[in-house]
Nanobody, 122 residues
Framework: QAQLMESGGGLVQPGGSLRLSCAAS????????MGWYRQAPGKERELVAT????????NYADSVKDRFTISRDNAKKTVYLQMSSLKREDTAVYYC???????????????WGQGTQVTVSS
């Protein structure tokens, strides 16, 4: 069974930086893309950034462009989110997402991590 494990959340002051990591493990045949979503209290889950495994094409939410950078290490099946110039409105639970084909399956599907809390506060 494929799974995702996030790390790196925590408390940071406004203007600070934080780096999230997410590693995929288990019975994985291939990974199409990986990315990050977030959900603030009382709001719907929203896309933060995604990156493709082949080519490294990235996609960012307008609210995080020029502040967040997504990257990946294909050999480690790991995706990173470097967050800089953090704002209070970035406070949310951040979820790792991966579109993967597990071993023994023919079709890709979305997998989710358990989420990691990021709190931006002074």
């Amino acid at each position: 069974q494929a799974q995702l494990m996030e790390s790196g959340g925590g408390l940071v002051q406004p203007g600070g930086s934080l780096r999230l990591s997410c590693a995929a493990s288990g019975s994985i045949f291939s990974i199409d893309r990986m990315g990050w979503y977030r959900q603030a209290p009382g709001k719907e889950r929203e896309l933060v950034a995604t990156i493709t495994t082949v080519g490294g094409s990235t996609n960012y939410a307008d609210s995080v462009k020029d502040r967040f950078t997504i990257s990946r290490d294909n050999a480690k099946k790991t995706v990173y989110l470097q967050m800089s110039s953090l704002k209070r409105e970035d406070t949310a639970v951040y979820y790792c997402n991966a579109r993967m084909i597990s071993t023994g399956s023919f079709f890709p599907r979305d997998y989710w991590g358990q989420g990691t809390q990021v709190t931006v506060s002074s």
